[in-house]
């Protein structure tokens, strides 16, 4: 298996542009997790999922994120507009019930100026 | 208060000692995780306990669910090792809430 796979690599965009973040989460893996790095507050959930559907987006810091999970192999977290405070690495991790294993995509440096 | 606590928040020690890194808790859990991120890189899952112990080849990592704490240890620690170790707990639905992480320096 090639893991949870997270595109791109690295964006830097320009302050009020929207921004897609994708993951492509493990094969059979039931729950996907939106996730932010940032320096000041370390990892933070954003949203999660389960069986495609959101269950906690409680973590979104405002209206400007959004995130969709239209089928079980693909994810979205869009931020609109952005701004510079948004400028953190996120991660995409899948889990499953079943094997109780957890694995994270390998993160989305986000740099917004 | 965090939930998660990790100590120390930083370690620097000499190749081929023994480490441990110390993570409590302050809620209930399902299971808790050790995780592993070198600077710049990705999130490595190393183990996931929900009691007991665990050992992968120089990693041990053992949990008290009573006590509501758990240990990582690293015996004879190489350079290599050198990385940022994350607890995390797991509630309900598997989603994990985060330690500070514990960075840790192995010099040769």
């Known amino acids: 298996d090639a893991g949870v796979i997270q595109s791109p690599r690295h964006e830097v965009t320009e302050m009020g542009q929207e921004v897609t973040l994708r993951c492509k989460p493990i094969?059979?893996?039931?729950?996907l997790f939106w996730y932010r790095q940032t320096m000041m507050r370390g990892l933070e959930l954003l949203i999660y999922f389960n069986n495609n559907v959101p269950i906690d987006d409680s973590g979104m810091p405002e209206d400007r994120f959004s995130a969709k999970m239209p089928n079980a192999s693909f994810s979205t977290l869009k931020i609109q507009p952005s701004e510079p405070r948004d400028s953190a690495v996120y991660f995409c991790?899948?889990?499953?019930?079943?094997?109780?294993?957890?694995?994270f995509g390998s993160g989305t440096r986000l740099t917004v100026v | 208060k965090n939930e998660v606590e990790q100590s120390p928040q930083n370690l620097t020690a000499q190749e081929g000692e023994f480490i441990t890194i110390n993570c409590s808790y302050s809620?209930?859990?399902?299971?808790l995780h050790w995780l592993q991120q070198h600077p710049g890189g990705g999130i490595v899952s190393l183990f996931m306990l929900s009691s007991g112990k665990k050992k992968h080849g120089r990693l041990i990592a053992t949990i008290n669910i009573q006590e509501k704490h758990s240990s990582l240890h690293i015996t004879a620690s190489h350079p290599r090792d050198s990385a940022v170790y994350i607890c995390a707990v797991g509630q309900g639905a598997q989603k994990l809430v985060f330690g500070q992480g514990t960075r840790l320096t192995i010099n040769p």
């Open positions: 991790a899948s889990s499953s019930t079943a094997s109780s294993s957890y694995t």
């Open positions: 094969s059979g893996h039931d729950y």
């Open positions: 809620v209930g859990i399902s299971a």
